[in-house]
């Protein structure tokens, strides 16, 4: 079955240290791949995505992600973390009509 | 201003009562979808709609009912309300079909039942 997976439900960084949050997926095919941002108690903010052009994708706000397909992952990463970047992440696919499928989750926690 | 809402932003009830979480997007956007976020399962479909009279389920349809009579609204209706369904609901929306399109998030609705 197609999924995606988010190895680590919490992350914390300092802050202009980089920051790694993993994602893998599982299809039998190229999906659609995306990283959204959500803030404590707003909606959710497309990062970035990707679409089977550039592996390399980048996004707002520093961030950028690289598509590599020999190892299924879709790791999000920022050179320098900031305080404004303490929020939720979610990796999500695209299957069948456009549904989205979305990972758990990974908390970043920036300290100073 | 454009964009997508829903209404209300929060919401309190009561186990067995009906409540209806709406959706509103103004971009004319063919497809629409309902969501639920719970904590360790991250955004979970309920159901979407590909038009206006075109809905179908997604992962965790049950206890719900949608509803898309114009292509702008798209309500989500607990026919009867239980404990389990206490979350946060977000809608979204994109333009068509297309496995890359990017959908936008309604600002979402927090649901507290008693």
């Known amino acids: 079955a197609q999924s995606v997976t988010q190895l680590d439900s919490h992350v914390s960084v300092s802050e202009g240290t980089p920051v790694l949050l993993r994602c893998n997926y599982s299809?039998?095919?190229?999906?659609?791949l995306f990283w959204y941002v959500q803030h404590p108690n707003k909606g959710l903010q497309l990062l970035l995505k990707y679409t089977s052009a550039a592996t390399l994708v980048k996004g707002i706000n520093g961030f950028e992600a690289e598509f590599k397909k020999s190892e299924t992952s879709f790791h999000l990463t920022k050179p320098s973390a900031h305080m404004s970047d303490a929020a939720e992440y979610f990796c999500a696919y695209t299957g069948t009509a456009s549904k989205l499928t979305f990972g758990t989750g990974t908390r970043l926690q920036v300290t100073l | 201003d454009a964009g997508i809402t829903q209404s209300p932003r929060y919401k309190i009830t009561e186990t067995g009562r009906q409540v209806t979480l709406m959706c509103h997007q103004t971009w004319s956007h063919s497809y629409m979808f309902w969501y639920r976020q719970d904590l360790g399962h991250g955004l979970r479909l309920i159901y979407y709609s590909a038009a206006a009279d075109i809905t179908d389920k997604g992962e965790v349809p049950d206890g719900y009912v949608v509803s898309r009579s114009k292509t702008e609204n798209f309500p989500l209706t607990l026919e009867s309300a239980t404990r389990s369904q206490t979350s946060v609901y977000f809608c979204?929306?994109?333009?068509?079909?297309?496995?890359?399109?990017?959908?936008?998030f309604g600002p979402g609705t927090r649901l507290t039942v008693l």
């Open positions: 299809s039998s095919y190229s999906p659609s």
């Open positions: 979204a929306s994109i333009p068509t079909g297309g496995g890359s399109d990017t959908q936008y």
